[in-house]
């Protein structure tokens, strides 16, 4: 399909919507859409929810599909707010196993936290630690993303009493020191030690670069987050401690994204590579004089990956650089937007390739994935964007709604242009965050 675009004050208007009734075009509410998935989410809501078994003392979640019986970090974080939404509609019994199971995943991670501070990415039955997480030495196998704090803030908000995790904040505080401590970089900014795990598997400012290289802009936006609710959670727990120290970190990191990861020519956020070492004292003899200091710590990654919206509405981005992001980037459609959301990679990247499956690593490189449209809906919502947030919920539940109509179920990603699934039938997982978009 082709499209004319005008550019008119800085924002791309498509003579022709790109997808029909989209959004708040059209009148369209998603309540019809809205109505089905909470449906079959209620109905299916058992396949996320597991008993407790083997090194699992507590019940969890488990996203569904081919990842059955298993703990991931990310994904029990991102299933538990999506149950949470689920909670007004279930009966009694319903309501309190998500609590239950969003408890107990939490418990279980902590439960088998190592020495260092570190958190397993993935847990089993039989195994606590499935990558090695914990273990010194070896080879690199990062450790669990930074959404704890956020996940426990939301079971607090949904009742769980915050003396449910009120021992455990010190433990949460020796997380964060540990990510600060291991994978901190001299301009502010944690960096992956390792591709393994990072959940945007094959992100390619990550995947297959050298270690403890790529200051990773979703780790960091996830970071940034889960030191601002673990100084929620310290206020709400009591523990001045916890406070204190969040907010100092948090305030540090979120000056290090906006001053490092900003990128004025093109007005987008970019990972960055922190392997920036000045060699002059390697290579220079010592009776030559030294020139220029260094003045960079890190150079941009310019490959634009749909993290580069999560600054919007953090408090780390400012009104000016969102109105960029969203008209240059957000609003065209010749790389992020498409008639089903956001795309995870820009079209116009030579690594994009929506159409291939795969499994280990994930395909990235394109695909829609719900969980990349919840966060860049929410950075809209949080700044202010209210009609492209409404019309990326548009996209999102109709996408869903039919893959469910045709197929009968769900799956883990989606073609951006034309809907078709791709990969894992039955993936239930971070798409039941489609229940908090709301048109």
């Known amino acids: 399909m082709h499209m004319n675009i005008n550019i008119t004050e800085g924002r791309f208007k498509e003579n022709q919507a790109c997808g029909e009734g989209i959004g708040e075009q059209g009148g369209f509410s998603g309540e019809k859409e809205l109505s089905a998935l909470r449906e079959y989410f209620l109905g299916a809501s058992h396949k996320l929810m597991q008993p407790a078994c083997g090194v699992l003392q507590h019940p ?3 996203p569904g599909g081919i990842y ?20 007004e509609d279930a009966g009694a019994v319903l309501a309190q196993q998500i609590l239950d199971c969003g408890t107990g995943s939490w418990l279980n991670f902590f439960l088998h936290q190592g020495e260092s501070g570190a958190i397993p990415i993935l847990m089993t039955s039989d195994n606590a630690d499935a990558f090695s997480c914990c273990q010194d030495g070896g080879i690199e196998k990062n450790q669990a993303k930074p959404v704890f ?15 449910t995790f009120r021992p455990h904040l010190g433990s949460l505080r020796r997380f964060h020191r540990h990510w600060k401590r291991k994978y901190g970089a001299v ?5 992956w ?3 393994v795990a990072i959940g945007m598997d094959n992100d390619p400012t990550s995947y297959g670069r050298p270690e403890f290289s790529s200051a990773n802009l979703l780790l960091n936006c996830l970071y940034h987050a889960d030191l601002t609710a673990a100084a929620t959670l310290g206020k709400l727990g009591g523990d001045s401690l916890v406070l204190e120290e969040s907010q100092a970190d948090a305030e540090a990191l979120g000056s290090a994204i906006a001053s490092e990861a900003w990128d004025e020519r093109d007005g987008f956020y970019y990972t960055v590579d922190v392997q920036c070492e000045d060699m002059r004292d390697r290579y220079i003899p010592a009776e030559f004089a030294r020139g220029m200091d260094m003045s960079w710590k890190s150079l941009p990654l310019k490959i634009q990956t749909f993290s580069g919206f999560l600054p919007i509405g953090t408090g780390i981005s400012t009104p000016d650089r969102n109105q960029k992001l969203v008209a240059r980037h957000f609003s065209n459609p010749r790389t992020f937007n498409a008639k089903y959301g956001v795309r995870s990679i820009s079209a116009d990247e030579k690594m994009y390739c929506p159409e291939r499956e795969s499994a280990n690593p994930s395909n990235w490189l ?4 719900i969980v990349a449209n919840y966060l860049v809906w929410q950075s809209l919502k949080n700044a202010g964007f209210d009609t492209e947030a409404a019309q990326l919920a548009g996209k999102t ?17 989606y073609h951006p242009d034309t809907g078709a699934p791709n990969f894992n039938a039955d993936f239930l997982s971070w798409n039941i965050l489609s229940l908090l978009m709301k048109p």
Do not use: Y
């Open 60 to 62: 969890f979640l488990s």
């Open 68 to 87: 059955r019986e298993q703990l991931w970090d990310w994904d029990s974080f991102f299933m538990n707010r999506g149950l949470l939404a689920l909670r």
């Open 149 to 163: 704090a956020q996940f426990a803030l939301d079971l607090v908000t949904a009742g769980v009493p915050v003396e």
């Open 187 to 191: 301009n502010g900014l944690l960096t």
């Open 193 to 195: 030690g390792s591709d």
């Open 366 to 369: 394109g695909p829609i994935w």
């Open 397 to 413: 539940l109709r996408l869903l709604h039919g893959d469910l109509q045709k197929t009968g179920t769900l799956h883990e990603c």
